[in-house]
């Protein structure tokens, strides 16, 4: 159990520059997501941490131990520093058993034989897998090859734990799965768990905190998941963790107005630097309400129900938005039908400048 | 995360523990180097500059005088005629055998794959000797035979013509073909036919304008590999060619030389010769790269399917009956002639059991020549598979994994012998070896074939393992490094096992090939350094024809035996 923490990587394919002086401390015993959309960086960063790749400048350490330091001309062999790895393609070991494949950092360590083969067959056990022990990896199926690679990630004693988008290749079912009994592992464990993915959804199912880096490999965000979901740090925060509506915003006559092709008078508040235009009114689905008071006008294109909720997409002007409407707030205002024109407003707005070409999301 | 971001890796693993200790990355593709720079570079410089140079001066005359010799000239055109005519035909021949045993409902289909690729283990030059007996123009058996039945003034079929050569390099060269687009037929996606016939197309349609530009890819690489082999074999145009004067640049060199004695001037214009053969062979790649440039498709799943097949209704039996009979003539029919061959007293006597013996068997095994001839291709041909073996994976692997600067050179340089023709590199082994770098001289050693042999097959070894290294991701060695393992133990656990199959079968496509080899040992060999086809093919030239025969048929049956023991140890693989 160790804290991670980079300082200042800085990390280049030839002219391509994918992290540029890049920052980021995770704490011991937790389990943080590192979620950016795909090229972003992400991998490249674990590989550094694992000693697949080497940075052109900065540090990396680990609880105490420095790792890498480029100043300092230290670079720690991939194979003396102590981190367990599940691969996004498990790379699990084809011509060996389970049972090998589990054995194998144990073997590395050049622990006895009997030693050995308790400690694999209790990974196995934690990850369900001791009935599998003398299959090869070709007659498993994906989740099991999946678990298979945690059992060996998790057979030694590692200081930090790092997955690499491991359950992309699951089913909806088996991702859920998968993603509690690595909740269970860590409670076991208590190890630091370093998650990576695309997928904002996992990531909040799974982590304690999540670092948020953009498509340019920096780090836009690092918190709590209610502190990124409520406080967004900018546009793009707010766009990748969830659905979003946007809408432009422009000073007209004394107050404001939503340009959606027609005018929509806005009497909401707007934060001083949006004053001058420029700006989009930003705001999730479950946000918006109807009420046929206001003067933003709109009309139902259609409507879904989803079980617990209800689906709209809705025109505005020239527009189109999406609206959640949850069950109870359905049986308190009444549901939209489609074709009919409503009114609506908008709660927990928030005001970014518009991208170029920018539409709701 | 792009691919490019997974390339340098373990060039950086390198560069990670590379201060420590001596760098294992860096060591591997320096011996890459100096290996193919000894095996491949040095014989092929020495070519160029003996064609151009002598005692170090720069001497065109002989060059330009062995360009325009009307001899030589007739030799090109010969050589590209044949070589033009072996691959369209080999390649109609092979692609329609490949669609019809790959996706028509004939009859005992699994019985026929095997069957078809006899001819591919069948050494072609045993195959024109069993022709030549039949067909020569002058004293072939069945030409006799028939002359003698219907009367007829001269011999009708004359096997000694460029028609002759084609006939026979198609018949066991069109395998090349087969085998691949069987294989490509085989691993094709059929729904991509299937929704081809529900809009609308017919069955005649979906094969024209569907499956053939799909399996366009195997089949322009079959015909490649038959263009070169073609264009380089020795073999099939010496023994039916020499004797009508009909010569090809391979059969030319070797006439050359032979003529001269082996003196250094014959090596020279050899050589000469060997720079307008490579053109030759580079002219002709261009051209069929024009023709049948193979675009890369990737609807060719790797795993096997099951294909939907064509009924041929009312074709069935005679297109069954076409196939055993292309089989029975281009396999049993040469085999039974070489065999019955080996049994007569003399040649030339009539197939008739009074004339049957033993004693051809008897004469072929006293004598020490053949042994030796035995053990001489035994030792340079495992001696070859193995070194190549190890040499090709470790070529494969850095310039896959390690990816050094200049792997392209590499890459390049390890591949080139696979389309320079066989003469052409005994010629620069014999220039490079015999005492001219070093004082090193390996003339008349086996010692010679074997280094020519390495050159020769080093590429078919490192394309398998290079295929099979592309299937093991390097993540599969990084998760080995990640869980404690050395960059050393990581390639010994992982890496090497996973890819041990792929080397073994790299070791049997050059040791079987190897057997058999006559064109580059012709000019190689020496008084007691004769290979098994070379010793096949003085008795032959020496009019010991019987003897010949015999000595075939043990070599065929070594043949068959190793390639049973192949196909049972490479049935089977572990895991992957």
Known sequence: ?361 | MSMKGYSGVSAELAAVDGRKRINMDKVMTGICFVLLLIIVVIPIVMIIYNAFFNEGRLEIEMFSTQMTDPKNLDAMFNTLKIAIGATVLGTIMGVFYAWLLGRSDIPAKGLMRALFNIPYMFPPFLGAMAWDMMFNGRSGYINKWLVSVFHLESMPININSVWGIIFVEVSYYFPFVFMQVVSALERMDPTLEESARIAGARQHQVIWKITLPLVKPAISAGALLILTTSLAHFGVPSILGYAKGIYTLPTRIYAVIYNSGGSFDGIRQGAALSVMLVIVVSLALILQNRILSAGSYDIIKGKSMRPTLIKLRGAKIPLFLLAIFTLVLIVIVPLVMIVLISFLKAYGLPLQFKNFTLAQYQKVFSANGTIDSIRNSLFASITAGVVCMFLGTLVAYVVQKIRPKGKEVLEVVSMLPYAIPGTVLSIGVILAWSGRIFGINLYNTIWIILVAYLARYLSFSMKTSSAALLQVHSSLEEAARVCGASHTEGLADITLPLIRPAMVSGFFLIFLPAMREVTTSILLYGPYTRTLGVQIYSLRDAGMIPQAAALATVAIGIIIVLNTIVTHVTKDRKGV
């Open chain 1, 1 to 361: 159990m160790a804290n991670v923490k980079f300082e200042n990587i800085t990390f280049r394919y030839g002219q391509n520059t994918v992290l540029d002086n890049f920052s980021l401390e995770v704490e011991s015993g937790k389990i943080v997501c590192l979620v950016g959309p795909s090229g972003c960086g992400k991998t490249t960063l674990v590989r550094c941490l694992l000693g697949l790749g080497k940075p052109e400048t900065g540090s990396i350490t680990v609880g105490e131990r420095c790792l890498f330091d480029a100043k300092r001309r230290i670079n720690v062999p991939a194979e003396k520093r102590n981190i367990g790895i599940v691969f996004q393609d498990y790379a699990v070991w084809p011509h060996m058993t389970v049972l090998e494949n589990v054995s194998y950092p144990l073997k590395k360590q050049r622990r006895p034989k009997d030693e050995i083969h308790k400690r694999a067959m209790h990974a196995l056990e934690q990850v369900h897998m001791t009935e599998y022990a003398n299959h090869l990896p070709n007659q498993l199926s994906g989740g099991q090859q999946q678990r298979v690679a945690i059992a060996r990630a998790i057979v030694v004693d590692s200081d930090v734990l790092v997955m690499d988008e491991p359950i992309t290749n699951l089913d909806a079912k088996l991702r859920e799965e998968m993603l509690l009994e690595i909740r269970m592992i860590q409670k076991r464990l208590g190890a630091t768990i370093l998650y990576i993915t695309h997928d904002q959804q996992s990531a909040l199912q799974l982590c304690d905190k999540m670092a948020i880096m953009e498509q340019d490999g920096t780090l836009c965000q690092y918190g709590t998941d209610d502190e990124i979901i409520l406080r967004p740090a900018n546009r793009f925060t707010f766009e990748f963790i969830g659905v979003s509506n946007f809408l432009p915003v422009m000073p007209s006559g004394s107050g404001f107005a939503l340009d959606c092709g027609t005018l929509f008078p806005y009497d909401g508040e707007v934060p001083p630097q949006a004053q001058k235009g420029g700006y989009e009114l930003g705001v999730r689905p479950n946000d918006v309400i109807f009420d046929n008071t206001s003067p933003i006008r709109a009309k139902v294109d259609s409507r879904v129900f989803l079980g617990s909720e209800y689906n709209y997409f809705l025109s505005v002007g020239d527009r189109q938005i999406r609206v959640q409407q949850s069950m109870l707030d359905a049986r308190q205002r009444g549901t939209a039908a489609e074709g009919e024109e409503v009114g609506i407003r908008f709660l927990n707005t928030r005001f970014y400048p518009a991208k170029k070409g920018g539409q709701a999301a």
